[in-house]
């Protein structure tokens, strides 16, 4: 009766297996469009210099669009957000044109990729921005010639990211710039 319960249970096993989910990849980033508004702003986000970001949440066949790669993490961060987030897409400044013109889909993996902070570039409103880069040495070289850190994702300050810096307009009632 032993033997019959061990092989009935070894026949299990696949089956067992089949049950436990694999984690389902990230989807694809979304090209910018004219249509893409800013989730904090609600200006459209090609009228803004410097990186964007993107959000997709797990509910959502849509991203949620952001003027500035700092209002992307900041969103992450905010408990009031939701947190079924399934990617989280940043531009890629180191395939950037230009500052003005960060590119339509050139997006990293925001927590894949390497922020400089505190560097004398401005964000979309003007603010202090985090700007991504997807190689260390493309960040390494524009803190070189624009000053600020190099940290990865889950290094960002909190208080870079949410607390009002100079020359940052006034949040308000949780409002990020």
């Not at 694999?22 to 893409?36: I, R, S």
């Not at 003005?100 to 979309?124: C, H, L, M, T, Y």
Request: hydrophobic letters at 45%; charged letters at 25%.
């Amino acid at each position: 009766m032993t033997i019959a319960l061990l092989a009935g249970l070894l026949a299990l096993l696949p089956t067992l297996g089949a049950c436990q989910r694999e984690a389902e990849p990230p989807p694809a980033p979304f090209a910018m469009t004219d249509e893409a508004m800013g989730r904090y702003c609600g200006m459209n986000i090609l009228e803004h210099a410097g990186p964007k970001g993107q959000v997709i949440l797990a509910k959502y066949d849509e991203p949620i669009w952001f003027s500035s790669a700092r209002d992307a993490i900041a969103f992450t961060m905010l408990p009031e957000e939701p947190k079924d987030i399934r990617a989280i897409y940043v531009s890629d400044m180191a395939r950037a044109q230009t500052w003005d013109e960060p590119g339509a889909d050139n997006w990293v993996d925001a927590r894949q990729a390497f922020f400089v902070i505190g560097s004398d570039r401005k964000g979309g409103m003007g603010a202090a921005e985090a700007v991504p880069f997807s190689t260390e040495e493309a960040a390494k070289a524009f803190a070189g010639d624009h000053g600020g850190d190099v940290v990865r994702f889950d290094a960002v300050p909190r208080g870079y990211i949410l607390e009002q810096q100079a020359g940052d307009a006034p949040a308000t009632s949780g409002e990020v710039h």
